[in-house]
């Protein structure tokens, strides 16, 4: 068992999803229906203001209503409203959020909108790591290691064989794109995370959890930034001699 942080995030027992709904429309929807149609074996408990079940599944009106701490919370809502949704998350002690929201780094106006800064304040001060936000998600091919027809996946939209390849990209888009052939793509999937705009999670925090992953081989990494670069060069001079890493910049 890996002890990094990001273990919680790709191995969750049970996960709240706040933003889908019954039409089957919208990004949290097609995320939500990935969790289900990948097998995912834990609890759902779905966050919703007016439904009473989301495909087949219990709906709650709010986060407080849910009977246990989830360990992973994913949020998929216009951004206006997803710091509310941090603090309600804080309140009911959850420690693990996927942000999938954009519009964090957007124009207000005259000015930079300051969601980004709330955030990470909440979040800083209870405790809550959270990858995001305008991110994929994630999707773990080894979550059930005995059983290599299920994955825990709120990233992509294609089932991926099994492999030792994981992947860490800033672009949602590769993160998930680059899997839509996959009777024609040889490199089987270990772990893909799409770490978004990098307000908490870093590419760096990833280097950190793949270095010691053991169903990690080869890493991928898709960069348009670098916020810690000491680190970043520390960690794949440590990392190399072992496992190869693949970026693009």
Sequence with gaps: MNSHF???????????????NNKGSGIGSF?????????????????????????GYKAYKKIADVPEVPDLV????????????FRECAQKGVKRIILISGGFREMT???RNTLTEEIKEIAAHHGIRFIGPNCLGVYNNWI???????????????????????????????????WFDPDNNDI??????????EADVDIVDCLEYFKEDDQTEVIGLYIEEIKRGKKFFELTREITPKKPIIAIY
């Design 6 to 20: 990001l273990e919680g995030f790709l191995n969750p027992k049970s996960v709240a999803f706040y933003g889908a």
């Design 31 to 55: 995320q939500l229906m990935g969790l289900i149609n990948y097998g995912f074996k834990g609890t759902i408990y779905p966050i919703h203001l007016k439904l009473e079940e989301i495909f």
């Design 74 to 85: 994913v949020i998929a809502l216009p951004p206006h409203v997803v710091p509310q949704v």
């Design 109 to 111: 106006g005259e000015r």
């Design 144 to 178: 059930y290691p005995e059983d290599a027809s299920r994955a825990f996946n709120t990233a992509i939209w294609e089932k991926v064989k099994r492999g030792h390849f994981s992947i860490a990209s800033q672009s949602g888009t590769l993160a998930s794109h680059i």
């Design 188 to 197: 089987g999937l270990s772990k893909s995370i799409s770490v978004g705009n």
